[in-house]
C-alpha cells in the first residue's frame, strides 16, 4: 500500500476547490438588450441605469432562450438578459447569455 505525506492530500483538497470556485469568478451583467450582430459575434445590453455595454461572444459562448440553447441570431432587441463575461484588456466577452422569453 502506497502512503501519501498528508500535505498532498491537504494541496489535492485545494486544487478540487479552486476548479469548483473558478467559473464564480466571471462577472455578470444583466439588462434588456438593444442590438445583437450575429456577424460580428455581438451584443449590446442597456443596465438599468440605461449604461450600454458592449459584448463580444467568445467562440463557444453559450446562448439559452428559457431553458433551450440558441444561437445569437435567435435573441431579439427588448430581450432580458443576463450575461456572463470575462473582463480582458478593456474587453468583454461573453461566455454565456441566459434570455427569459415567455
Same mark, same amino acid.
Given at each position: 500500500?502506497?502512503?501519501? $505525506? =498528508? ?7 485545494? *486544487? %478540487? ?5 473558478? $467559473? ?9 438588450? =438593444?442590438?445583437?450582430?450575429? !456577424? /460580428?459575434?455581438?451584443? *449590446?445590453?442597456? !443596465?438599468?441605469? +440605461? /449604461?450600454? +455595454?458592449? %459584448?463580444?461572444?467568445?467562440? =463557444? ?5 428559457? !431553458?433551450? #440553447?440558441?444561437?445569437?441570431? !435567435?435573441?431579439? =432587441?427588448?430581450? #432580458? ?9 478593456? /474587453?468583454?466577452?461573453?461566455? #454565456?447569455?441566459?434570455? /427569459?422569453?415567455?
Amino acid at each position: 500500500m502506497i502512503r501519501l $505525506p =498528508k500535505w498532498t492530500l491537504v494541496a489535492l483538497a485545494l *486544487v %478540487f476547490m479552486l476548479g469548483l470556485t473558478a $467559473p464564480v469568478l466571471a462577472d455578470e451583467a444583466q439588462g434588456t438588450i =438593444k442590438s445583437v450582430a450575429a !456577424d /460580428k459575434n455581438e451584443v *449590446v445590453l442597456t !443596465d438599468s441605469l +440605461q /449604461k450600454d +455595454q458592449t %459584448f463580444h461572444a467568445a467562440a =463557444k459562448c453559450k446562448v439559452l432562450i428559457g !431553458d433551450k #440553447e440558441g444561437t445569437l441570431s !435567435d435573441l431579439k =432587441k427588448g430581450d #432580458e438578459a443576463t450575461i456572463t463575461f470575462d473582463k480582458k484588456n478593456g /474587453k468583454m466577452t461573453a461566455t #454565456e447569455i441566459r434570455v /427569459k422569453r415567455i
